[in-house]
């Protein structure tokens, strides 16, 4: 007999929805990678940004707006990595290196 695999159905809010995806397919598939290659795990992780921030840019009907807005929300999201790193003592390195 067969295993199905488990569905997992993600509903709500669209912020609430994309953490479902995150959580149950994207970080998932990351640790699988990960535990054999770190730099295809992080090549996957980029793959996975760029198809999204390509997707929400080709959606919008401003596209200055949107770039400025996915500029000033990926700084921010820098200078928080940064700072939780910091304040963790973890040094910041390049994906996909040791």
């Known amino acids: 007999m067969s295993k199905k695999p488990k569905t997992q159905v993600v509903q709500?809010?669209?912020?609430?929805i994309a953490a479902g995806i995150f959580q149950n397919m994207i970080v998932p598939m990351h640790s699988q990678m990960a535990s054999v290659?770190?730099?295809?795990?992080?090549?996957?992780a980029f793959c996975i940004a760029?198809?999204?921030?390509?997707?929400?840019?080709?959606?919008?009907?401003?596209?200055?707006?949107a770039y400025e807005m996915l500029t000033t929300y990926i700084e921010c999201m820098y200078k928080d990595i940064q700072?939780?790193?910091?304040?963790?003592?973890?040094?910041?390195?390049?994906?996909?290196?040791?």
């Open 12 to 16: 709500g809010r669209p912020e609430q």
């Open 37 to 44: 290659s770190n730099q295809d795990a992080d090549e996957f």
């Open 50 to 65: 760029g198809t999204a921030v390509a997707g929400f840019l080709s959606s919008a009907d401003d596209l200055e707006s």
């Open 83 to 98: 700072n939780e790193k910091k304040g963790a003592g973890i040094l910041a390195k390049p994906m996909g290196t040791a």
